[in-house]
Every structure is written in C-alpha cells, then in structure tokens.
C-alpha cells in the first residue's frame, strides 16, 4: 500500500511539476524579472529615461537557473501529491470516488487550501514591496492552509450543519484576525506589475493543481484496479 501510494505521488507530482514550472517560466518569470528590474534601480517608476521591456520579452534563457527551477518545482509538487494521495486514499475507504475527473476537483480543493485561501489576505509579492516578517507571515500561512485544508475536508465528507458551521469559522478565523502587515506600503514596483505577477501566479497555480489533482486520481485509480485484482478471490 505505501509503496503503491509513493509511486502514484511521484509519478503524478512530476508530472504535474513539470507543466508548472513551464508554465512558470514563460508567464511568471518575465514578470519577476521586470519588478527585479524597479528594485536594483535599473528602472524607476513615474519617469525612467530608458525604454520600458516589454515583460515577455524578459524571459532570457539561462540553463542552470531555469534548470533548478524546474527540479525544485517538481520537488514541490511531489511534496503536494505525497499529502493529497493518502487523502484520497482514505476518502475512497469512505466511499468516495477517485479517478481522473474526481481528481480535478481535488486539484481544485488543493489550490483553494494552499494558494487562494492564505492569498485573499496575503496576496503573492513580487520583489521590492513592503512586506511583514517572514516568519510572521509563514506561520500565518501554515495555520490558514491547514485550516482551509480542514475545511474543505468537513464540506465534503461532514454530514452535519454542526460540520459545515465548523468548515465556514475555519475558513474566515485567518482572514478575520488578519496576516501580517508592514507598518507602510511602499515599493519601487508599478501597481500594474504586481497585479500582473498575482494574476499569473494565481492562474499558473490553479492550472497546475487541477493537473495534479487529475494525475493523482488517475494513478491511483489504476493502482487501485491492480490491487484489487491482486486480491485473492
């Protein structure tokens, strides 16, 4: 059983890795590079002499940054799916359905806990904004995914308004009390492009949950039929 859970997590983690980080270093990196840009000083906003890239047109291929990009990223997703396989694991021991469609909406659940949920409070940053402590805001963080993670979990599978009642407190308790904040908001980085930087996070992130979350069902249904036809009659 671990070893067939491992497998379907590192298989589906990969995969789902590897269309990420793609997908990451064409729309979220060039925009990186631009704020990188406003915070050495090599642009200003509100009058630069220079000329203003156009921020696709920052992309620049660099083998060894591009290439550890794209490994950790795939780590990172493998770490997802080692979390998400053993959930779905035991849904299916309640009676839940898991396969390729199902694991679209796990994708989507996984997005909402870990990127959108703590993101409606503590939106993506790019470099050069002002910004609380960092380990402030990691455990702010860690307590809204987990939180929002428990939530989801009590939509799907509770079976009681007392359940429910308990996922929506969940859900708000973070945002109510508030993340970390600067004591001031200041930057040298245009609004537009930190709004852009958020957009694409956000879009990258949930295309690549959905991936995950189909990869998931999809492996683990298919070693589900193996098991089951290992069994002996």
Request: glycine share 16%; hydrophobic share 55%; aromatic share 12%.
């Given at each position: 059983m671990f070893t067939r859970l491992?497998?379907?997590?590192?298989?589906?983690?990969?995969?789902a890795g590897l269309i990420a980080a793609l997908l990451q270093l064409y729309f979220v990196q060039p925009v990186l590079l631009h704020a990188e840009l406003y915070e050495s000083g090599q642009l200003v906003h509100f009058g630069a002499e220079t000329a203003v890239?156009?921020?696709?047109?920052?992309?620049?291929?660099?083998p060894v940054r591009d290439g550890l990009s794209v490994i950790f990223t795939m780590l990172v997703y493998c770490g997802y799916a080692l979390v998400m396989l053993p959930l779905m694991a035991l849904a299916q021991d309640r009676g839940a359905r898991i396969d390729a469609r199902t694991g679209l909406i796990w994708g989507l659940a996984g997005f909402v806990a870990v990127q959108f949920a703590p993101g409606f409070t503590l939106a993506p940053e790019v470099p050069g904004v002002a910004a609380a402590d960092v380990h402030d805001r990691q455990i702010w963080w860690f307590a809204t995914v987990l939180a929002a993670g428990i939530a989801l979990w009590l939509i799907a599978f509770g079976t009681s308004w007392a359940a429910w009642g308990a996922a929506v407190v969940l859900l708000l308790a973070p945002?109510?009390?508030?993340?970390?904040?600067?004591?001031?908001?200041?930057?040298p980085v245009p609004t537009e492009i930190g709004?852009?930087?958020?957009?694409?996070?956000?879009?990258?992130?949930?295309?690549?949950?959905?991936?995950?979350?189909?990869?998931?069902?999809?492996?683990w249904a298919r070693e589900s039929r193996t098991m089951a036809?290992?069994?002996p009659a």
């Open positions: 491992l497998t379907s997590a590192l298989f589906a983690g990969a995969a890239p156009a921020v696709q047109d920052l992309g620049g291929v660099d945002h109510v009390i508030g993340a970390p904040e600067p004591e001031t908001f200041t930057g709004a852009l930087f958020a957009a694409r996070a956000y879009g990258v992130g949930m295309a690549a949950w959905v991936m995950l979350g189909a990869f998931a069902g999809c492996f036809l290992g069994q």
